[in-house]
């Protein structure tokens, strides 16, 4: 307002020159009753959000911070198929990915360790991915080249080197886990090797204007920005208490205690005038700050003092830190508050006229430091008002409270297990079951192709969740599959501690539950007891579960042990009876690998073996029965017979006699009459099914010993 008015009135009286004249006084008048345009340094909130804003200002960093960065580039996204299975089985899988670049700081860095994506670890300290991606950073010097991922899609000549700017590049981030979309990341970024003073700051901030030394305490990391150089420094130096001195031909700040000078007796003590004092000295005085032990979130300490005026003093340091460095800091500042009552003004005579504001001094009558905060030249003689300079105050202990942390789980290497298992179905075809997991307990999942190194690889997608899986150390012993086995007992070696078994009741055994390949046998077990770090004692079993007892004699000790559950396995269809199956597994990391083959033998396409055969001698003769069973595996829920699921009830039947000679023949019911007077002879008996015979039940007959 007055700059219109001034104007106007120096235009009329002086033409264009007073006009100017004007204006210049009118912009005095209306920065001192209205100040300047309000200004803002960094401020302490909670972590920010990432943006992508044209003119962002990016923050110079000093030592470790947290920041969210600015993305500077980016792709659309990228999408990628992945097929499975055959004819109306067949699967297609669709996933994506995105590149992107991210601007950190204006200040060259050192290194970026951690990695959060919306709050959740997205990379470890130990430098382990928790989602596929490619990953580059560049330090921000004045040597750094363009990206050659940008490069390649913008043009060599088109791509900027982004020199003096540190900045990150994301290659095909895998964007599953974040709802196909590209996340807000945060990155822990070291910009220095070890916590820097708030003088070392300041000084680099400055470029040289500011003498400042190492002094203040030392803050963990900063990321300083501003308007002006002036906002980023005072975010910093005014919660200290820091202020500022001429010194030679520059500016230093200063700190609390440091060198001073003796005023001579003959300074005369003058009231200080009321208006002066600053107000009542706040009960609470609390510090808001980043805790790195925190991952760099909001912490505060606060300090109380007795006899308070009842108000809160709340402060805003911007910078990471130690608690019991900010509790320190909180401390000097309640004893600063406490001091700042205490103001005198002394007169002096022409010989103290080089005391300049900022300087520190003594005085002969009353110990302790003070500071100069103003001086007055007026008729030879100089006043001086000062300022007690408190000495550091007692800090008590930190409160540290209890922090939620995003989890930092290593993920291991990749392992892989490949089981051939039965159809639930009468078309049942061939297929191979894979089983992963990794060596540690943050694994997630691995990118499954199928193939072979003539033919090629065919990416099928996405690996099941984690499954469980280890090693036999001891064996269980040869047992029936008749009853449960309370006898034996098997123990096993799990990838890692972090692998659980559990037991359950018999109702969820008879539910399938707990079934588990052991070598060749298919067992169920009951009971499941952690002995040590990832080795379980199984016991209560079930033995030779979907007509595997033919494996029970063939245990030993390093074989292996795979939890069979549908939630963990992928299933591979379409592979063919004696043609090798290749499987390869890349984890997150493109160095992570795990491969494994195997070949079906189509051992589950064919019935079962013939059960319970028995010779029983009537008034006709010897009646030769047994029992078939069937490949479809189901509960036999009404006690009389299971489902024919081939496309005809046969058997072959085969007789050797005590000289060699073979006899066959095929029956279209489970039962055989020997003629009488049948000698020794071992009977084999073979289910016809669809897909080829069963494998040989076997029984010796003795007339002499069956009477």
């Known amino acids: ?268 003590a003058v009231e200080a005038p009321a208006w002066r004092r600053p107000p009542g000295v706040p009960a609470d005085v609390a510090i808001a700050y980043h805790d790195p032990a925190r991952d760099y979130q909001a912490g505060v300490q606060q300090v109380v003092r007795p006899g308070g005026a009842g108000r809160m003093l709340r402060i805003e340091l911007p910078a990471a830190m130690d608690a019991a460095t900010a509790a320190g800091i909180a401390a000097d500042r309640a004893a600063r508050e406490g001091a700042a009552r205490d103001v005198r003004t002394v007169a002096l005579d022409w010989r103290a006229i080089d005391v300049a504001p900022g300087d520190r001094v003594t005085l002969s009558d009353d110990p302790g430091l003070w500071r100069v905060r103003r001086s007055r030249i007026e008729a030879m003689r100089i006043t001086l008002e000062l300022v007690r300079i408190t000495s550091a105050g007692q800090a008590g202990r930190p409160a540290t409270g209890t922090a939620q942390l995003a989890a930092d789980v290593l993920t291991g290497r990749t392992a892989l297990r490949l089981v051939e298992l039965p159809g639930e179905d009468a078309g049942a075809v061939p297929w191979v079951g894979v089983v992963a997991a990794g060596t540690a307990p943050g694994w997630r999942r691995a990118t499954l192709s199928v193939g072979s190194d003539a033919d090629g690889w065919r990416e099928i997608g996405d690996t099941a969740a984690a499954g469980v899986f280890g090693t036999v150390t001891v064996p269980p012993a040869p047992g029936s599959a008749l009853v449960e086995d309370r006898a034996s007992a098997v123990e096993v070696l799990l990838l890692h501690d972090g692998m659980m078994l559990d037991g359950i009741d018999a109702a969820a055994v008879d539910r399938g539950g707990n079934a588990a390949l052991v070598g060749d046998e298919i067992i169920q077990f009951g009971s499941a007891v952690r002995i040590g770090p990832a080795r379980w004692l199984l016991s209560r079993l079930w033995r030779g579960r979907r007509a595997t007892e033919a494996a029970m004699a063939t245990h030993r000790a390093g074989e292996r042990f795979v939890l069979l559950d549908a939630a963990t396995l992928r299933r591979i269809d379409g592979v063919g009876v004696g043609t090798p199956v290749g499987v390869v597994a890349t984890g997150i990391d493109a160095a992570d690998v795990a491969t494994a083959t195997v070949t079906p033998n189509g051992e589950w396409l064919v019935p079962p073996a013939p059960v319970h055969l028995s010779i029983t001698t009537d008034g006709d003769g010897p009646l030769l029965r047994w029992v078939r069973r069937t490949r479809l595996f189901v509960p036999w829920r009404d006690g009389v017979d299971m489902p024919l699921v081939e496309e005809r009830e046969a058997y072959r039947l085969s007789i050797v006699d005590a000289a060699g000679t073979l006899r066959s023949f095929e029956l279209a019911e489970p039962q055989w009459r020997l003629a009488d007077g049948t000698g020794p002879v071992t009977i084999e008996v073979r289910q016809i099914g669809t897909n080829g015979l069963s494998p040989p039940a076997t029984l010796s007959y003795s007339p002499e010993t069956s009477r």
């Open 1 to 268: 307002m007055a700059t219109m008015v001034l104007t106007t009135l120096g235009g009329a009286v002086a033409g264009p020159a007073g006009a100017a004249l004007g204006r210049i006084a009118g912009q005095a008048v209306d920065g001192t009753v209205f100040g300047g345009p309000a200004r803002q340094g960094p401020r302490l909130r909670e972590l920010q959000v990432q943006l992508s804003s044209y003119g962002t200002q990016i923050s110079k960093l000093f030592g470790t911070m947290r920041v969210a960065g600015t993305v500077i580039w980016a792709t659309d996204l990228r999408e990628a198929a992945a097929t499975s299975g055959k004819g109306a089985a067949r699967t297609t899988r669709y996933s994506y990915t995105a590149s992107f670049a991210v601007a950190l700081s204006a200040r060259p860095i050192r290194g970026i360790r951690r990695i959060w994506a919306e709050g959740k670890l997205l990379r470890g300290a130990a430098g382990d991915w928790k989602t596929r991606t490619g990953f580059r950073w560049y330090p921000g010097d004045e040597a750094q080249m363009p990206d050659p991922l940008i490069a390649s899609l913008v043009g060599i000549g088109n791509a900027p080197a982004h020199r003096g700017m540190a900045y990150a590049v994301f290659e095909d981030l895998a964007l599953a886990d974040f709802g196909n979309r590209i996340p807000s990341l945060t990155f822990e970024v070291e910009a220095d090797a070890a916590p820097m003073a708030v003088g070392t700051i300041v000084a680099a901030l400055g470029g040289g204007a500011i003498r400042a030394g190492a002094v203040g305490p030392l803050l963990a990391g900063y990321a300083a920005s501003g308007e002006r150089v002036r906002d980023a420094v005072e975010a910093i130096v005014e919660p200290l208490g820091g202020w500022y001195a001429a010194e030679g031909d520059g500016i230093a700040l200063r700190i609390g205690a440091g060198p001073a000078r003796m005023l001579p007796d003959t300074a005369l």
